[in-house]
Nanobody, 116 residues
Framework: QVQLVESGGGLVEPGGSLRLSCAASGFTFHNTPMSWVRQAPGKGLELVSEINSGSSIGNYASSVKGRFPISRDNAKNTVSLQMNSPKLEDTAVYYC???WGLGDSRGQGTQVTVSS
């Protein structure tokens, strides 16, 4: 059974930093690309970033490129999103997803609120 558990969300000021983590289980993590997607209030799901199994390929939405690096630790079955200099418009529920794009399984999400 696929399980994805996000953590690390919360309230952050614009220009601050926050690190999101996702613990994965129930599938062969080290062979699987992973993604972070988000859903802002009143909007649909949006791909934030994705990473291949070997961490050699990382893709980013233009809105977060250069600010939110994605990384993974295949020994620990975790994938992380470092949120640097967040903006008000980054406020959303962030989901860890299995696979490319919006993925075929997602966790329960973690709320990130950017506010001063």
């Amino acid at each position: 059974q696929v399980q994805l558990v996000e953590s690390g969300g919360g309230l952050v000021e614009p220009g601050g930093s926050l690190r999101l983590s996702c613990a994965a289980s129930g599938f062969t993590f080290h062979n699987t690309p992973m993604s972070w997607v988000r859903q802002a209030p009143g909007k649909g799901l949006e791909l934030v970033s994705e990473i291949n199994s070997g961490s050699s390929i990382g893709n980013y939405a233009s809105s977060v490129k250069g600010r939110f690096p994605i990384s993974r630790d295949n020994a620990k079955n975790t994938v992380s999103l470092q949120m640097n200099s967040p903006k008000l418009e980054d406020t959303a529920v962030y989901y860890c997803a299995r696979g490319w794009g919006l993925g075929d399984s997602r966790g329960q999400g973690t709320q990130v609120t950017v506010s001063s």
